[in-house]
């Protein structure tokens, strides 16, 4: 199997379906490529039903910075193959720090690829940008998407987000 290269204009169609995907729609997420090797992910106000971490209203739940890595993870895999589904297979997540503030940001980079499996890295942070969270992963591509978003032609559907 050979890739197409990844184009910034790929890149961009994939995060808008990433972003159309109703389980980041429902987490409050917004992913960007802002480079062709760099995922950026965005969480601009924290709901109060996420919180509650070590028993703390102000420190987020490690539930939803769980669920944030396989978002990292899971995304990464559009700087490889914009075609393709993935899917986590594994999640390597290293709580450093309790993380409170309004905001969340995270980053992922692919460290390698194989034909089917992505290995990357993640890290995410508070809103004064100290790193909290600290993760690898590995995906899998699940083949190529043929389904289209109603009313858009030539574009796959939001179903290409992780599974």
Partial sequence: MTRRPITRAALDRYAELCNAHPSLQSLGVQIAFPELDLLRMTMASVPPLMRGGLGDLGVVNGGVLSALCDVLIGCSCGMVDTQSRSATVQLDIRFERALRGASIHGRARVD????????????????????????????????????????????PSPDLGQE
């Fill in 112 to 155: 390698r690829a194989t034909q089917r499996l992505i290995f990357a890295s993640a890290e995410i942070c508070d809103e004064q940008g100290q790193v909290c969270v600290r993760c690898q992963g590995i995906a899998t591509l699940i083949g190529e998407t043929a389904l289209r978003v109603p009313g858009r032609s030539g574009e």
